[in-house]
C-alpha cells in the first residue's frame, strides 16, 4: 500500500518505520509541510491508499474534513476530538470513505476494556474508586483518550463512571489504573506501556485492514478481525 502519515512525532515516526518494515511505501509529513492542508490535496492524496493521522487534537479535525472530502481513507491515533465523533462519522458515510479511529491501538489496551468491562458490575455492588492515568509531560489531551474509553465502558455496563485523575511527569509512555474498593476488599487493575511500538503496530494493521473497505469503525470493535 501507499500510506500517508501525518505527524512525524515520536509515535507517527514509528508508525512509518514499521508500515515500512511491513513492505508498505511510506511517505510522512509534520506540521510545517501540511499548514493549511497544503499537503493534502486531492491530487496528492489520490496516490495515497490510506492516510494515518498521529497529530495534535488542535489539527486533527482539520485534517479529517478535507481527507474524508478528498476521499482518503483513514486511520486516526490522534485523541482529543471525539466530542465531533456524530459529525464526522457524518462526513465519512456521506463521502463513502473508510475510517477507523481509536483511544489506543495497543492490542493489549484494548484486551483491558474487556476486563474493564468484566469489573463494571461492582460499581452497583457497594464498590466505589478511580481512574488514574499517567503520561509523559508533552501529552496535550487531559484526561488521556484511553481512560475517557475505560470509563466509557464502565459506564455502559454499570451506568456509572469513575472519576478520573490524570498525572503528567517524565518521559511515561502511557499507565492506566483502575481502582475499586468497598469495606471488604480493593480491586486494581492496570496496563503499562513499554513503548509506543504498541500504539504505532495497530494502527499499521488497521490500515491494512480498513484498505478497501467503507465505512466509520472504532479499532476496539475491529482489533480480532487484524492479521
Known amino acids: 500500500m501507499n500510506i500517508l502519515v501525518l505527524g512525524k512525532g515520536k509515535t507517527g515516526a514509528l508508525v512509518a518505520e514499521i508500515a515500512q518494515h511491513r513492505g508498505h511505501t511510506v511517505r510522512a509529513v509534520d506540521e510545517f509541510e501540511n499548514v493549511d492542508g497544503k499537503a493534502l490535496t486531492r491530487d496528492a492524496l489520490a496516490k495515497v491508499d ?16 478535507t481527507c474524508v472530502r478528498n476521499g482518503s481513507t ?19 458515510e456521506e463521502a463513502g470513505t473508510g475510517f477507523v479511529f481509536g483511544a489506543n491501538f495497543s492490542i493489549g489496551v484494548n484486551i ?52 478520573i485523575e490524570s498525572v503528567r511527569e517524565a518521559n511515561i509512555v502511557g499507565d492506566h489504573v483502575i ?21 504505532a503496530e495497530g494502527a499499521v ?23
Open 50 to 65: 490510506v492516510t494515518i493521522d498521529f497529530t495534535t487534537p488542535h489539527a486533527v479535525l482539520e485534517n479529517i474534513a
Open 179 to 199: 481502582r475499586i474498593e468497598s469495606e471488604n476488599d480493593v480491586i486494581e487493575l492496570a496496563h503499562a506501556a513499554k513503548s509506543r511500538r504498541g500504539f
Open 74 to 92: 483513514m486511520v486516526v491515533g490522534t485523541t482529543g476530538w471525539y466530542e465531533r465523533i456524530p459529525q464526522v462519522r457524518h462526513l465519512v
Open 112 to 163: 483491558f476494556f474487556d476486563v474493564a468491562r468484566a469489573v463494571a458490575p461492582a460499581l452497583n455492588l457497594g464498590y466505589t474508586g478511580n481512574i488514574v492515568e499517567r503520561h509523559h509531560v508533552t501529552k496535550l489531551d487531559k484526561p488521556s483518550g484511553t481512560a475517557v474509553a475505560i470509563n466509557n465502558e464502565l459506564n455502559a455496563k454499570s451506568g456509572k463512571s469513575l472519576e
Open 205 to 227: 494493521r488497521a490500515a491494512e485492514w480498513i484498505h478497501g473497505k467503507t465505512g466509520f469503525y472504532d479499532f476496539k470493535d475491529v482489533w480480532r478481525k487484524l492479521k
